[in-house]
């Protein structure tokens, strides 16, 4: 597939790495050379000097062949222009990175339509509405749902008081627990588990279920959800205001921030239950003066992930229950997974997980996206005729980089095992190791 990426910035970067090692034929442009050779080596994919808005610039790397565009320069007009000229030139799909809420509406989906623009990602937003999840799901790491609930998936790291510690997941197979383990994180890896594989402490573990057993899940796992309502935000970004925004008046949030200009436009930018306070929430003596302990969350939102992950961990130390760090180097996410901060958002990785829905075909205004460092979560719909529906699950010889977590069929949530027969249009859960998208396009199309 041929894959255009306007702008090499962070989220540009990253899209045209991970799409380069899937084997997709990328083309980075961005107008400073500068960028472009940072870029390592060692992937396999060309690099274009020049101008996103530039029709001279858009023809020499071939845009009419285009199977996807993706704008996602800083400057939200410039990559509605750019998708606007690329769709002029015969692009196939086009994507603009905004920073516009507004424009994420459903009714104004036609009106970009008619500009040349099919899909739109929003990185902040898909950021706070992250956020809201792990706010409203304390007790895990993350959370993902199919159909309105019907089908779950949630990352949930385990302690020393976890009933499942040191269980071979046959024995828990063969003891009737509803729910099936997708994944394992453990200490900077993600595992594919089989039969033999068992649960440690400290791991970071992916159960599939259905919405009825997930008090078993609590159980089993050890842990006990706090019901949240006072939230404390250490960095006005774009991500605060617009989670602020997003929560109802039931929350009563509290954000600081160093910047004393900062602090005097978000008092008229945010909603009546926000209070906003200048200072570093880095100080501890500022933290309990503004009665940290009393929180049920802290989270951390500067443009530094170290600020970030030291803050949620003083905060663990303060007694609050819950915190969250946005953690934009990606090689510290494992570092970070790893330590007692709830937990992480990273925007590069949700802007890519929805570009991929995207790769797979789907409607993105409906896809989910579960972003992890090494792996990714799919929804694919299930086509007359595919690979996947000529044999039981056991007999489909899957690639140990993958793995069925469940289904829906005519809407209702299913689990699978060994002797499931997967038919056309079912909506299957597909967790898998980044790179083996291309395994997946093969076993469903």
Known sequence: MKIIIAGAGEVGTHLAKLLSAEGQDVILIDPEESKLQAIDSNYNLMTMTGRTTAFKVLKEAQTSK???YIAVTPFETRNIVSCSMAKNLGARKTVARIDNYEFMKPEYKPYFKSLGVDDLIYPEYFASTEIISAIRHSWVRNWFELYNGELLLTGVKLRENAKL???????????????????????????????????????????????GNINKIIDACGKHPVNIRKILIMGGSRIAVRLADMLDNSYDIKIIETDKEKCLKLVNQLPSNCSVVNGDARDLELLKEEGIANYDTFIALTDSSETNILACLTAKESGVPKTIAEVENIQFIAAAENLNIGTVINKKLLASSTIFQILLDFDSSNAKCLALADAEVAELVVKEGSKITKASVKDLKLSQDMTIGGLIRNGKGMLVDGHTQIMPGDHVLVFCLSGAIHKIEKMFN
């Open 66 to 68: 285009a199977d996807l």
């Open 165 to 211: 510690i040191n269980i071979q997941l046959k024995d828990l197979a063969q003891s009737g627990h509803p729910f099936h383990v997708s994944a394992i994180r453990r200490r900077h890896e993600t595992i594919i588990p089989r039969g033999n594989d068992h649960l440690e402490a400290g791991d970071i573990v992916y159960f599939t279920t259905l919405k």
